[in-house]
């Protein structure tokens, strides 16, 4: 079965940094790319970043290159995503999903955590 968990979501000012994390269960990021997406109210579900399971493609939305990073821990099966200069338009629900692909989009994974709030007041 597989299971992603997702912490460290919480209130943060504008400018601020945050970093989240993925504890996976049932997979392997040596097998599968990891993703990070996200919600805001009244919104889609958008694309944030993704690390290919060799960890050679990194990929991020053109909203957040720059600001945000994603990285893995292999040894703890655990991906994160350090967020800096956060903006108050980087609210949302933060997802952390799993798939064997390269793409960015959210019919491409199967498997996704519960999410953790992301707050960024301003």
């Known amino acids: 079965q597989v299971q992603l968990v997702e912490s460290g979501g919480g209130l943060v000012q504008a400018g601020g940094s945050l970093k989240v994390s993925c504890a996976a269960s049932?997979?392997?990021?040596?097998?599968?790319?990891a993703a990070w997406f996200r919600q805001a109210p009244g919104k889609e579900r958008e694309f944030v970043a993704l690390?290919?399971?060799?960890?050679?493609?990194?990929n991020y939305a053109d909203s957040v290159r720059g600001r945000f990073t994603i990285s893995r821990d292999l040894a703890k099966n655990t991906v994160y995503l350090q967020m800096n200069s956060l903006k108050p338009e980087d609210t949302a629900v933060y997802y952390c999903?799993?798939?064997?692909?390269?793409?960015?989009?959210?019919?491409?994974?199967?498997?996704w955590g519960q999410g953790t709030q992301v707050t960024v007041s301003s």
């Open positions: 049932g997979v392997t990021f040596t097998s599968y790319t």
């Open positions: 690390i290919s399971a060799s960890g050679r493609t990194i």
């Open positions: 999903a799993a798939d064997r692909t390269y793409r960015s989009s959210v019919t491409a994974y199967d498997y």
